[in-house]
């Protein structure tokens, strides 16, 4: 097939969300003040290390380059995302699941009071809330989004995945860049974009495991667009030409994005709130190696863990980009 990732590159600017210049930037104290006695005790906040580290490694890899509190606080967060995704792989029945959501909807109102959920998670994230000011919006924002993709079956248009990266993979990072005391338009938009990019990595990422249970997590416009027959697909899950040269315009969407958020947004968002935006890093590896096996989804070197992340984070956090040479336009 041979196609690189960067073969739209005269398109970059387009994708990207136009953005007014006004200076809109606020970078706040790095001392937090929790106002309070902290409620999360250290066996909570190793309870949410531990589970984002196994559920969520890649983004655990990142927090590690955060001031203690900050990471402490993005833990927290991560592990409740991990949370919500889970109802779905361990509920059975529609009815159960949204029980499941209410709860977590109920909890989330509760971390801004005195009185949160009594769970390692709430508590953790309680601590996080007032220590920082983490905005509920991400918060709320993250439960309705998981919920909508427990209950809705699939998405109809690239920019409806565009739309949902924006808001449910997005609303990960805008409260680290809070926790590190940054809230500024450009770093938002950073934090939009890779959010993308994000999504398109884990819906075509996850399509190995889906396929077999008759689930296909690309758009409707991509696959009718190809001409992938989903029914043969489910029946005999391999990687088919049509399959890659979908994988191919869906992965190259979300790479651009990345190249795009280092040349434009990250040069004018404060050094500050670069850690959280350190997700790109082991997005664009992974875009990276799916390209090393021409969009082959079926690559089994594709679901292992990468050793490079790890390199490439401490690089990128040197070097205060993730780009190399062969990203930038020549």
């Known amino acids: 097939m041979s196609k690189v ?9 387009q994708q990207l ?8 930037s606020s970078v706040r104290s790095t001392s937090p003040h929790l106002g309070r006695p902290p409620l999360a005790k250290k066996e909570d906040i190793e309870y949410c290390r531990q589970l984002v580290q196994k559920h969520d490694y890649d983004n655990y890899l990142v927090s590690l380059f955060s001031p203690r509190l900050a990471r402490e606080a993005v833990w927290g967060i991560r592990a409740l995302n991990i949370e919500l995704v889970r109802i779905g792989d361990t509920t059975t029945s529609e009815a159960a699941a949204q029980m499941r959501f209410s709860y977590w909807r109920d909890a989330v109102t509760k971390l801004y009071g005195d009185h949160p959920v009594q ?6 994230v309680h601590d996080a809330v007032h220590r920082f000011g983490i905005s509920k919006t991400w918060l709320r924002r993250l439960v309705s989004e998981r919920e909508k993709t427990g209950v809705n079956a699939g998405f109809e248009t690239i920019a409806d995945v565009e739309k949902y990266g924006e808001r449910a993979y997005a609303c990960l990072i805008h409260p680290h860049l809070e926790a590190l005391g940054v809230r500024d338009m450009h770093a938002d938009n950073a934090a939009r974009a890779i959010g993308v990019a994000s999504a398109i990595m884990n819906f075509s990422r996850s399509l190995p495991l889906l396929l077999p249970q008759k689930r296909c997590d690309l758009p409707r416009d991509l696959v009718e667009k190809h001409k992938i027959d989903l029914d043969a697909l489910y029946a005999d899950p391999r990687p088919k030409p049509e399959l890659r040269e979908a994988i191919y315009e869906f992965s190259t969407k979300g790479y651009t994005r990345l190249c795009g958020v280092a040349e434009i947004y990250v040069p004018n968002s404060p050094k500050q709130g670069f850690p959280a935006l350190l997700a790109a890093v082991p997005v664009k590896e992974w875009f990276e190696r799916l390209e090393r096996a021409d969009f082959d989804v079926f690559d089994k070197r594709l679901q292992r863990r990468s050793l490079r992340v790890l390199w490439q984070l401490w690089r990128a956090s040197r070097r205060g980009t993730w780009l190399d040479a062969s990203n930038l336009q020549k």
């Open 5 to 13: 990732l960067l073969a739209h590159r005269p398109l970059l600017r």
């Open 119 to 124: 769970t390692p998670v709430s508590r953790t």
């Open 17 to 24: 969300p136009s953005v007014s210049w006004a200076h809109t």
